[in-house]
């Protein structure tokens, strides 16, 4: 069945470094990608998407472009702020049915 | 607008008991997504309603988990005879519609953390 694999974390970065969390994923035919965001004591939210191959999705400083040569979606940001420290969620769509990575915590150090 | 409600937010119970959790979507979404989020994990799949077709229950862990939909709005998962391994929090998403090959985004709703004693 579809799968998506993402970083494991921990992370922990001080404040204006760049990140990347990897995911990579498995499905069969053409899923759209998602990254979802979860602030201390907040619900799960939409950081960005894309819905096609060789897309890039955008938001808050963040980037993630669909390869689906490397069946990956990475996210990255070049310089992070305390703000950003939260849990991060790939994940994947098809048909209605969504799959999840484990999530990555991202702490941000002053 | 109004985003997605659940309630209630917090239940703690004894084991054996059936619990009920409600979810109550965004206006006008027709798609509603029921997971669980165990502590130190990912989001694992439950059940998805579409409309007036038949739920996807391919992510249900046991007969003893089952939901319901009424008139395509409400949504109630009810979990019988809960058992500890049933701890957990339960999300509740909806989007517009899923429309083949791309998925609309969904929108989750706060949770309810369930604790089986």
């Known amino acids: 069945g579809d799968s998506v694999t993402q970083m494991e974390g921990p992370v922990t970065l001080s404040e204006e470094a760049f990140l990347t969390i990897n995911c990579t994923y498995t499905?069969?035919?053409?899923?759209?990608l998602f990254w979802y965001v979860q602030y201390p004591g907040e619900g799960l939210q939409l950081l960005l998407k894309?819905?096609?191959?060789?897309d890039k999705g955008s938001n808050k400083g963040f980037e993630a472009t669909y390869r689906k040569e490397t069946t990956s979606f990475h996210l990255e940001k070049g310089s992070v702020q305390v703000s950003d420290s939260a849990v991060y969620f790939c994940?994947?769509?098809?048909?209605?049915?969504?799959?999840f990575g484990d999530g990555t915590t991202l702490t941000v150090k002053p | 607008g109004a985003g997605v409600s659940q309630s209630p937010s917090n239940k703690v119970t004894e084991k054996g008991k059936d619990v009920e959790l409600r979810c109550d979507p965004i206006?006008?979404?027709?798609?509603l997504y029921w997971y669980r989020q165990s502590l130190g994990q990912g989001l694992e799949f439950l059940i998805y309603?579409?409309?007036?077709?038949?739920?996807?229950k391919s992510g249900l862990p046991s007969d003893r988990f089952s939901a319901e939909r009424t008139g395509g709005s409400v949504s109630t998962l009810t979990i019988q005879r809960t058992q500890q391994e049933d701890s957990a929090v339960y999300l509740c998403?909806?989007?517009?519609?899923?429309?083949?090959?791309?998925?609309?985004?969904?929108?989750f709703g706060p949770g309810t953390r369930l604790l089986v004693l």
């Open positions: 998403a909806s989007s517009l519609v899923a429309t083949s090959g791309y998925q609309e985004t969904q929108y």
């Open positions: 499905a069969t035919g053409y899923p759209s």
């Open positions: 894309a819905t096609k191959a060789d």
């Open positions: 994940a994947l769509s098809k048909q209605g049915k969504s799959t």
């Open positions: 206006s006008g979404h027709t798609a």
């Open positions: 309603f579409q409309g007036n077709s038949a739920p996807d």
